[in-house]
């Protein structure tokens, strides 16, 4: 099972925070795609960071069975 | 006190100022971030911050060892606040001590600076006319791909 | 709150903070100066801050006055302790607050260099192995005359 | 009457933190001239800001009765 967290806009945009899909060494343009063909998420999606198992990674690493991935808005804290 | 933190409780600056005070430091160096009425002609009502929150507490390390490699001999905490906040409420807190007085400044400034660019944070404006989540619709704005330097 | 203050009283963050705080205030700067134990080989015993008092916050007053006009839109609050200060006192705070965050921190920083260029305030050291006013023997600094600028 | 205070080192110096003279019209450079010969103020004196009146003053200016005239170590606040 694969993680993925949503926040702020991405949440409001999908109508959940968190969803869970069954995989294993998936990449993160599949569920960039999952996540714009199910969820509805737009095109904030491609100014998105990502996180894996809370670090930051480049969109060309391959997702394995137990891990979460984090799409992180341009963050606006401070 | 754990010197970085992600809390929905009201910040508390001598704690921060305290946990840094030391015998070696000649220089602390605070800033506070507070929630500013208007920006241009927009008024604000409350602001929201959200965070990832774990990921954020361990980015506020992060920026703490990047600080004290760059200046050595600080001592530096980190407190960010979410949920809602009202006007002149404080958002974050960071002090910095360190023996003299431009390292202070510099390390400081630096802080706030990497906060803005590699900690999971979010801020919804609530304006008298609608919110905004800041940061992810200024098209002048263009964010490069990949891990954020 | 006077927001100009020499004073042998120990100094109050928090009231100087929230004497600047403010609606329009988006970000808070403050530079505490504190008695550190050692300079260079030179172990501290404690410290003895003298004024001249009244022209000394006359002199604050015209930092804040300099302040402001430099950086339209601020507050700044800076107070001074003279007396017996031990290790870790609190010799000066200063807190400026601004509409953004780089003013605060340019605004402090001159408020600081100021003071240690014009507010008649000494401070004499009492080591280990003995006493030192500082900044008048160093003879690498020269002083030109006349008012300093 | 012109009062005269000195600070600092120039008080452990001169023994007193305060002198005051009968006088009018006077330069600071004649002021200079008595706190070095009857007040035992050494060479620190030329490396003093001068003060009338808790303004700071350039060396040529003419000190009048009533005057509160102060020599001032270079400073170390902060």
Chains 1, 4 share one sequence.
Not at chain 1, 22 to 39: C, F, G, M, N
Not at chain 2, 91 to 117: D, G, L, N, Q
Request: with cysteine.
């Amino acid at each position: 099972m694969i993680s993925i967290l949503l926040f702020a806009q991405l949440q409001e945009e999908a109508g959940c925070s968190e969803v869970e899909i069954e995989a294993d060494a998936v990449s993160i343009a599949d569920i960039k795609t999952l996540l714009q063909t199910k969820y509805g998420i737009g095109s904030l999606l491609e100014s998105c960071f990502v996180a894996v198992n809370e670090e930051y990674v480049e969109d060309t690493v391959v997702v394995k069975n137990g891990d979460t991935v984090a799409f992180l808005p341009p963050v606006s804290g401070g | 006190m754990n010197p970085f933190a992600i809390t929905t409780l009201p910040l508390n600056v001598e704690a921060l100022i305290s946990y840094v005070s030391s015998p070696q430091a000649g220089a602390i160096n605070t800033f506070i971030g507070t929630v500013r009425e208007l920006t241009g002609e927009k008024k604000t009502i409350y602001l929201k911050y959200e965070a990832y929150v774990p990921m954020a507490e361990k980015q506020l390390k992060k920026i703490g060892t990047e600080v004290q490699e760059k200046w050595p001999g600080t001592r530096i905490a980190i407190h960010h606040r979410i949920g809602s906040l009202a006007i002149s409420d404080i958002a974050v807190v960071i002090a910095v001590s360190t023996p003299h007085r431009a390292a202070s400044f510099e390390a400081c400034r630096y802080a706030i600076e990497r906060i803005k660019e590699i900690v999971p944070i979010w801020k919804k404006e609530h304006w008298e006319d609608g919110t905004f989540w800041v940061g992810n619709q200024q098209e002048t704005i263009s964010y490069e791909k990949g891990e954020p330097k």
